[in-house]
């Protein structure tokens, strides 16, 4: 009888620190995404300054929570396509595969015309053994998005390897509870 409570005992505790670990880690992930959020915040302001004009960058860093409470810090290539806004005057600002505005763009003569711009994106692909896009993903870029999107990559890589790194501790615990719960049914 002793032993049997002594082992509820332990059982309890140990349920306890997985449960704080659990927490920690949600916490870790928590932060991984505010620190995401800051350091590509230099080169998405760049970005937004520079629309519509020659320095105009096509890529994007995009920093999101998914569904599951993990962070993800990826690039996409933004495809802009420009229509009469007298031909296409509905705006889609909802979701789905892309969203559009209405913009006054000024043309290379001076004029300033109303136009829809239709906005989708792909995402660029990161390797999964290095954790990072590839280099060339910025060879077509301006130059402020070629040297801020390196520079800007190399701390989202390290972000990622940290993801990473909580992922497997999230699955180590899951294999401790399934074997913890497997132990409990065969001592029924």
Known sequence: MQQS?????????IEDALQKIWRNV????????????IVSNPYFRTLKKTNFTNEQASISPRVWMRDGGSPSFSWEKIIK?????ILHPTVKKNYGPGKSYLARIKKENGS???????????????????????????????LWA???GEA???KLC?????????????????????LRSKENIDED
């Open 158 to 178: 390290r972000l990622r390897k940290q993801e990473a790194a909580l992922s497997r501790i999230v699955k180590n615990i899951a294999v401790i509870k399934a």
């Open 81 to 85: 396509r420009y229509h009469s806004a």
């Open 152 to 154: 800007t990559e190399k």
């Open 5 to 13: 409570n002594e082992s509820a005992e332990y059982s309890s505790v």
């Open 26 to 37: 949600k916490a870790a992930r928590e932060a991984l995404f505010e620190e995401g959020l």
């Open 146 to 148: 070629q040297i801020a």
């Open 112 to 142: 300033i015309v109303k136009a829809k711009v239709c906005l989708t994106s792909k995402h660029i692909k990161i390797n999964s053994k290095t954790k990072s896009i590839s280099p060339g993903a910025f060879r077509d870029q301006p």
